[in-house]
């Protein structure tokens, strides 16, 4: 088993829509958690992290459930610019790891 | 502001060529990271160095060599290239310790024919 797993979609969506994506970790030690934004043959971008009790930015909530071992991230009002890919990457001591990555199409 | 520096940008190389990527970041960071990224297998960690003059295998070391080279320095060098390493490699940085995020070069698309 992968320690990041995510579903690699696509996840194609109307502008608009709301979309949700999922990742599973399996290292129950892990302390930190983040999720990035990949363009296609650029580099990842720190999109934000994660907190424990949750956290929102403009369009983007993010959500951590240390039970269920994954973290979610929720983007509404889906724009034709969020279109990319979508890494998580979880930490603690000095490394992270990072899940395979979901790709959002949005379409008109 | 250039943050993460990856040269070169792209390079061919025959295979049992050898070669050195470079990483220098201006950040003052302590940690560097190097990876890479392959189709449908994610970013997977090559080497990283927590701190000047300390070196540590990643998930996939084999076929690589690192030096750490001074605070700002982190290079990669594959002595024997193979096909196989044909990738994306991406180089990272962070002020500390896991918790906090990395910070990504540009990337440097390397094949090996």
């Known amino acids: 088993r992968k320690e990041v797993e995510q579903d690699p979609g696509p996840f194609n969506v109307p502008e608009g829509a709301t979309v949700a994506f999922n990742c599973t970790y399996s290292n129950s030690a892990s302390q930190s958690f983040f999720w990035y934004r990949q363009d296609c043959r650029k580099e990842p971008k720190l999109l934000m992290s994660?907190?424990?009790s949750g956290n929102e930015d403009g369009r983007f909530t993010a959500q951590l459930n240390r039970a269920s071992q994954y973290i979610s991230l929720l983007i509404r009002d889906s724009k034709l610019s969020d279109s990319a890919t979508y890494l998580c990457?979880?930490?603690?001591?000095?490394?992270?790891?990072f899940g395979t990555g979901t790709q959002l199409k949005v379409e008109l | 502001n250039a943050g993460v520096t990856q040269t070169p940008k792209f390079q061919v190389l025959k295979t049992g060529q050898s070669m050195t990527l470079q990483c220098a970041q201006d950040?003052?960071?302590?940690?560097m990271y190097w990876y890479r990224q392959d189709p449908g297998m994610g970013l997977r960690l090559i080497y990283y160095?927590?701190?000047?003059?300390?070196?540590d295998k990643g998930e996939v070391p084999n076929g690589y060599n690192v030096s750490r080279l001074n605070k700002r320095e982190f290079s990669l060098r594959l002595e024997s290239a193979a096909p196989s390493q044909t990738s994306v490699y991406f180089c990272?940085?962070?002020?500390?310790?896991?918790?906090?995020?990395?910070?990504f070069g540009d990337g440097t698309r390397l094949s090996i024919l």
């Open positions: 950040m003052n960071h302590n940690s």
């Open positions: 160095s927590a701190s000047e003059g300390t070196t």
């Open positions: 990457g979880t930490g603690g001591g000095n490394k992270l790891t």
């Open positions: 994660v907190y424990s």
């Open positions: 990272a940085s962070i002020e500390g310790g896991g918790a906090q995020p990395q910070h």
